[in-house]
């Protein structure tokens, strides 16, 4: 089983629509969770956190199920901008761990 | 501050050359990491350093070799290029260990004939 798993997509939604994606980790003593956004042939760019207790950021809200050992981001009234892959990243806290890459989750939002 | 910068930002190679690429970070991070991404493959760690005079191996280190003299370089060389090497190369940087948020640099694509 890989460590942290996405679905790779293609999410197909029409502007306006809300979407969410999980990605699941193996490792349960992860401790920090984040949700990086690439755009084609650029780098990833942090898009945010997650934290224990949830968090929104405008459009975007990221949710963490320990027990299940997942996290996911909703995405409301989806932008054509939001056309991206998706990355999640998971780690262990503390000396030397080095965050784990889910493959990324493709999202297009069409007109 | 320009964050993380990679040189070069395109290269194209010899099989059997060498190269050196170039991540500079004006962040102060003590974090930096070599990855490389290749389609349907996602990023895959090619080595690492928790800080100067440090470094590690990641998931793929073969045919590569790093050094981190100075805290906001981190240098990735190629002593042979291979085709295999072919790829997406992305430096970034974090502030201290893995629970830490990255800040990756542009990029550099090698392309190795």
């Known amino acids: 089983r890989k460590e942290v798993e996405q679905d790779p997509g293609p999410f197909n939604v029409p502007e306006g629509a809300t979407v969410a994606f999980n990605c699941t980790y193996s490792?349960?003593?992860?401790?920090?969770f984040f949700w990086y956004r690439q755009d084609c042939r650029k780098e990833p760019k942090l898009l945010m956190s997650?934290?224990?207790s949830g968090n929104e950021d405008g459009r975007f809200t990221a949710q963490l199920n320990r027990a299940s050992q997942y996290i996911s981001l909703l995405i409301r009234d989806s932008k054509l901008s939001d056309s991206a892959t998706y990355l999640c990243?998971?780690?262990?806290?503390?000396?030397?761990?080095?965050?784990?890459f889910g493959r990324g989750t493709s999202l297009i939002v069409h007109p | 501050n320009a964050g993380v910068t990679q040189t070069p930002k395109f290269r194209v190679l010899k099989t059997g050359q060498s190269m050196t690429l170039l991540c500079a970070q004006d962040?102060?991070?003590?974090?930096m990491y070599w990855y490389r991404q290749d389609p349907g493959m996602g990023l895959r760690l090619i080595h690492y350093s928790v800080g100067e005079g440090t470094t590690a191996k990641g998931e793929v280190p073969d045919g590569y070799n790093v050094s981190r003299l100075k805290k906001q370089n981190f240098l990735l060389g190629l002593e042979s290029a291979a085709p295999s090497q072919t790829s997406v190369y992305f430096c970034a940087s974090s502030y201290g260990d893995g629970g830490g948020a990255q800040y990756f640099g542009p990029g550099t694509r090698l392309l190795v004939l």
């Open positions: 962040m102060n991070h003590e974090y």
């Open positions: 997650v934290y224990s």
């Open positions: 490792n349960s003593a992860s401790q920090s």
């Open positions: 990243v998971v780690s262990l806290s503390g000396g030397s761990y080095i965050p784990t």
